[in-house]
Nanobody, 125 residues
Framework: QVQLVESGGGLVTAGGALRVSCVCS?????????MGWSRQAPGKEREFVGA????????NYADSVKGRFTISRDNAKKMVYLQMNSLKPEDTAVYYC?????????????????WGQGTQVIVSS
């Protein structure tokens, strides 16, 4: 069973930057998983943010974050990161780290088999 633990959330002012991290344990070899992020704002459905393949090359992103957010991974440390720049109040949400062993690319929340407990990000205006 895969365990995912997020960290690094917090309060930031609009226009600022924040990096959230996720450490993976258990399961298969880390590099066999596609890793990704989703978020859920109060009163809204969970939203796909982006995903990265085992190589870390060419992550894919939701249109709402493209050009502002960057996903990266360190397979040796079993870590995945979400660097968030030019933050907006509408980015306020709980951010979740996800993993899937599927060989297909991940483009939605349903693509993932495992999720962490989430970390809160609040962007003040």
């Amino acid at each position: 069973q895969v365990q995912l633990v997020e960290s690094g959330g917090g309060l930031v002012t609009a226009g600022g930057a924040l990096r959230v991290s996720c450490v993976c344990s258990g399961g298969r070899i880390f590099s066999s998983y596609i890793m990704g992020w989703s978020r859920q704002a109060p009163g809204k459905e969970r939203e796909f943010v982006g995903a990265v393949s085992w190589s870390g090359v060419s992550p894919n992103y939701a249109d709402s974050v493209k050009g502002r957010f960057t996903i990266s991974r360190d397979n040796a440390k079993k870590m995945v990161y979400l660097q968030m720049n030019s933050l907006k109040p509408e980015d306020t949400a709980v951010y979740y780290c996800g993993a899937t062993s599927s060989k297909d690319s991940a483009y939605s929340v349903r693509s993932f088999d495992f999720w962490g407990q989430g970390t809160q990000v609040i962007v003040s205006s």
